[in-house]
């Protein structure tokens, strides 16, 4: 623990940090814990507190959109991409594609993306948040 108050986790691969960082709700004596990567020059203050990475899903994206550059583009429009999870690479699991994304907590957050998709047809793809902080934007 560092004496600002931050814990600080050491995984022993990035798989185990990914899979705590997209766990569900963690509580410390009745508090939420935010969890979140540490960059590399990490400046121990609550000015962070406003930024927090959460898994975001996008359901039923048509398959053409399933690759590294077109899901980080996707991300951009949201935040920070961070991770894909395993089903995306295998394509074990398709009815959504999830991505890690840091977000603002400040900003508004869409539900939906429009984009145009390589045969010039519009989607307006629905974008869902997995465990959002819950004083999401009332602090």
């Excluded at 890690?100 to 948040?129: C, F, G, K, R």
Aim: proline share 7%; charged share 15%.
């Amino acid at each position: 623990m560092h004496d600002s108050g931050w814990l600080i986790f050491s995984f022993s691969s990035k798989l185990e940090m990914f899979e705590v960082l997209g766990g569900s709700h963690y509580f410390v004596f009745g508090r939420p814990l935010i969890l979140k990567v540490m960059p590399e020059f990490f400046y121990f203050t609550t000015f962070d507190m406003v930024r927090t990475s959460v898994w975001v899903r996008f359901p039923n994206l048509p398959l053409m959109c399933w690759f590294s550059t077109c899901l980080s583009k996707l991300a951009s429009v949201l935040g920070k991409p961070i991770h894909y999870d395993a089903p995306i690479a295998s394509m074990t699991r398709l009815s959504y594609a999830r991505v890690l994304v840091e977000n603002d907590l400040l900003a508004d957050l869409p539900t939906s993306i429009n984009l145009v998709l390589p045969n010039d047809l519009p989607l307006s793809q629905q974008v869902m948040y997995k465990s959002l902080p819950r004083f999401y934007k009332q602090c």
